[in-house]
């Protein structure tokens, strides 16, 4: 299936529920979005995402979220962007400030300061960005930012041995911790890559929240280190956008879990 196609299955698929759930929905949703970097060419389009959620919703700290009762009027939204790229600090940072938003940002730690040392895409708009530096990544926690946790190497933690998926997570959160000054108490999974062992080492590692990548509101999470969150690119549509910011591709968790279905149904063949 092309990528334009499953754009567009997602697309229906998240008007269906939208206009379902609408109907039955007695409390606007918890929702948490996130971000990659935030290039100039994109800039426009983030600006009027986040003019929406200014005027729509109400976003609170991230590190909140998880406490707050649900509204009767307004979706609650918080906003992350995984992987602290430096064009946040140029693009994207002054746009939230204007509109007094705020959001956290999480550093992979191994490498502050350097270029990503991960695989990406070859059309991916960050492929040439820097990772923040120490001296930024202090300075955006005192104007009030979240600095959290992306682990040191940006991998995918069910891959990893238990020595070194303790280390993973241990380690970058006692570095930013160094660096800060105070406590780090949440992570984001690289790749949302996690399962019941790497849930119990995030525990161990003293974690209080874990972010995944997985499609879901904050109400339907069954705990606090399995929060699911929705991907944006400033590069959304607006209708897709505001179908994301309110929860409604929570449909999608449906087609997610028939491809690992089928996936494991193959394996056994």
Request: proline share 4%; net charge positive; with cysteine.
């Amino acid at each position: 299936m092309s990528k334009s196609v499953k754009s567009s299955v997602r697309l229906v698929c998240a008007v269906v529920y939208a206009a379902a759930v609408q109907l039955a929905r007695k409390y606007r949703p918890r929702v948490v979005l996130y971000y990659h970097g935030v290039d100039k060419a994109s800039v426009d389009g983030f600006r009027k995402q986040i003019a929406y959620l200014a005027e729509e919703c109400r976003v609170v700290k991230p590190g909140d979220i998880s406490r707050l009762s649900s509204d009767k009027d307004k979706t609650i939204v918080a906003l992350t962007f995984d992987d602290a790229y430096t064009n946040l600090l140029d693009n994207a940072l002054p746009i939230l400030k204007e509109y007094r938003m705020p959001a956290a940002i999480f550093v992979p730690t191994g490498h502050i300061g350097q270029r990503p040392g991960w695989a990406m895409a070859p059309d991916c708009p960050e492929k040439d960005e820097f990772v923040m530096n120490e001296q930024q990544i202090v300075s955006l926690d005192r104007e009030g930012f979240e600095i959290l946790s992306h682990t040191i190497s940006h991998l995918r933690l069910t891959e990893l041995n238990d020595k070194d998926l303790e280390l993973e997570l241990k380690d970058s959160k006692r570095h930013l911790e160094h660096i800060l000054g105070h406590e780090v108490s949440a992570v984001s999974y690289p790749h949302g890559s996690y399962d019941a062992r790497v849930y119990r080492a995030t525990q161990r590692a003293g974690y209080q929240l874990g972010f995944t990548t997985y499609p879901n509101i904050v109400d339907n999470c069954a705990d606090e280190l399995r929060i699911g969150r929705f991907e944006v690119s400033p590069r959304d549509s607006m209708v897709v956008f505001k179908l994301k910011a309110n929860g409604a591709y929570q449909a999608n968790r449906c087609l997610i879990n028939l491809k690992r279905l089928l996936v494991h149904r193959n394996h056994w063949k």
